[in-house]
């Protein structure tokens, strides 16, 4: 993601004015991957939930597996 993909981003979630270059210009790459990471713990959560409690499917633990290891890139 490039500085101004998160300047964007921040702009559009209403991050106030200024608030936006300064997460842009002092640790994109940290804030995008804090913000990646958390969502892809969430997606690996359900695949985890769906596995253990309605289907399971080798398939989704798999893809719980895959989501956590995208972090590790």
């Not at 790459?29 to 958390?38: G, H, Q």
Request: aromatic share 6%.
């Amino acid at each position: 993601m490039t500085n101004e993909e998160i300047i964007e981003l921040a702009k559009q979630a209403g991050f106030p004015r200024g608030m936006a270059e300064i997460l842009g210009m002092k640790g994109p790459n940290k804030f995008a991957k804090l913000i990646a990471e958390k969502e892809r713990e969430e997606c690996a959560k359900l695949c985890d939930y769906v596995y253990n409690n309605i289907v399971t499917d080798e398939h989704i633990k798999n893809m719980a597996f895959k989501i956590r290891a995208r972090g590790q890139e």
